[in-house]
């Protein structure tokens, strides 16, 4: 495979996707089509076991598809090789879960300067952008606290900083606020939102809450491992 793919178009473009699990009893993504603009924020909604994060994890190249066709950003990720995956996941895309995933034993600062450790940045640089970050998600004064001793919300923004800390065109959220109470979910949304049109960042959010994908500019709705809408 080659670390250099043909470019195509900037965005998502997805062109029958399958994913199966247990030798093709599970239908995680089943022959999908989905086209996503760059700079959209997307909401891709439905019920628990539709396929969202699995959907997700092949966007993050995380998880590799079984077949079809796959674009994020002119890269088309089903034609790339392994060292062209890791510099994709490391330069494109940033990712944040519903639980932050947070690294237990190192500061808010530090954990935001995680992605920059394997991006060939200064140790000045790191110390410089992850500060930035953290200031720009109110959370400059908490910097030397350990995850223990945030709040879930202030958690889920350390998360996001450490998303951002690359710079990705994409960025990917499953279930942001689903651990958080609906005051700091709003928030995380407020802040998302400001993010996305600032930046141009093309912002997709997997959730099956109503409120969260009333946040975005167009919901795709899934079912079964398929939009079920035209969305593509």
Do not use: W
């Amino acid at each position: 495979m080659s670390d250099a793919p043909t470019v195509h178009t900037r965005g998502i473009s997805a062109c029958g996707l399958v994913k199966h699990y247990e030798g093709g009893r599970v239908r995680a993504v089943d022959g999908l089509d989905l086209t996503i603009d760059a700079g959209e924020f997307v909401a891709i909604c439905g019920p628990s076991g539709c396929g969202k994060t699995t959907l997700l994890n092949l966007l993050a190249a995380v998880d590799r598809p079984d077949s079809g066709s796959l674009s994020v950003d002119g890269q088309v990720l089903t034609e790339m090789s392994e060292t062209g995956i890791d510099t994709f996941r490391r330069v494109t895309v940033g990712l944040v879960f519903q639980l932050h995933n947070l690294l237990p034993d190192l500061s808010a600062l530090e954990n935001v300067q995680v992605p920059l450790l394997g991006a060939g940045v200064s140790r000045n640089e790191r110390l410089k952008r992850a500060s930035a970050l953290l200031e720009r998600v109110d959370l400059l004064d908490r910097k030397d606290a350990l995850p223990a001793a945030l709040s879930g919300g202030e958690r889920q923004r350390v998360a996001i900083a450490r998303a951002l800390a690359n710079r990705p065109s994409i960025l990917l959220a499953d279930e942001p606020t689903g651990a958080l109470d609906s005051r700091n979910g709003q928030r995380l949304l407020d802040l998302l939102d400001d993010l996305q049109r600032e930046n141009g960042t093309t912002l997709v959010v997997v959730t099956h809450e109503q409120s969260v994908a009333s946040r975005a500019g167009r919901i795709l709705n899934m079912l079964d491992g398929r939009m079920t809408d035209g969305a593509a």
